[in-house]
């Protein structure tokens, strides 16, 4: 008898992110423009640790606990109260490394707390920056996986859909998929691949158009650059903590 294979979903929109069941399955958190970058480029530069809240009150509250850096935006500005902003380009090893980030983001710690509240049990996050890393983990645990796109206030958005039809294109035959959103995520990724920022240049993807009128295009080039972080977050009692070129469970 041949062993079955573990199931793959893609959840386009945290607003169907209840539809899927997480009690046994490895939830990925994707947030490619700019949350789940940046917790890589943080990690891999040595940070502490990452602690994910949900809103500016709560990272100003929770910095004045702990010895941290605050950091979150809002409307492409730094939020008041708060010390740095979302760019992975803030945080160099010399800035970083030993230090604990208390980070706020819109749409990526909302989704990680969202997982959470729907029973997820083993979350961690994705984007370009660390997909190869991501995705050895995800084949060496031969388990149900979930792919969270945190999307734009519910609305589906581009990046997120392609860096899940990146990690689908890599890893679907060793899962078993059937699941039209995963299928939409790697045709749509496959037309784009070969130039990632020229095809949500191309299509004008809403977080592109807002994030350039901002001024972050170099933010957003980074962002779709593969393999530039070799850590693995993992959502452990409140903090994320990397594992670098982790192919077990820590």
Known sequence: MTNQKPDL???????????YNLNNAIVVIIDVLRATTTIATALENGAKCVIPVDSVAKCIELGKQIDSITAGERDGKIAEGLQHGNSPFEYPK?????????LTTTNGTRLLHMALDNGAETIITG??????????Y?????????????AWKNKVNLEDLLFAGAVIHRIKENFSIN??????????????????????QEKNASHYHRLK??????????????NTASVLPFYREGKLIAHKNEATSP
């Open 94 to 102: 010399e800035f970083v490394a030993g230090k604990t980030l208390v």
């Open 179 to 200: 699941c039209d959103s995963s299928q939409i995520a790697e045709t749509i990724y496959l037309e784009a691949k070969n130039d990632l920022f020229g095809f949500i």
């Open 213 to 226: 009128d901002f001024g972050l295009e170099k933010d957003i080039r980074f962002c779709l650059t593969p």
């Open 127 to 136: 984007a370009f920056a660390n997909l190869d890393v991501l995705c050895d």
């Open 138 to 150: 995800l084949l060496s645990q031969n388990h149900n996986v979930i792919l969270g796109c945190a």
């Open 9 to 19: 979903y893609t959840s386009l929109s945290p607003a169907l992110l209840h539809l």
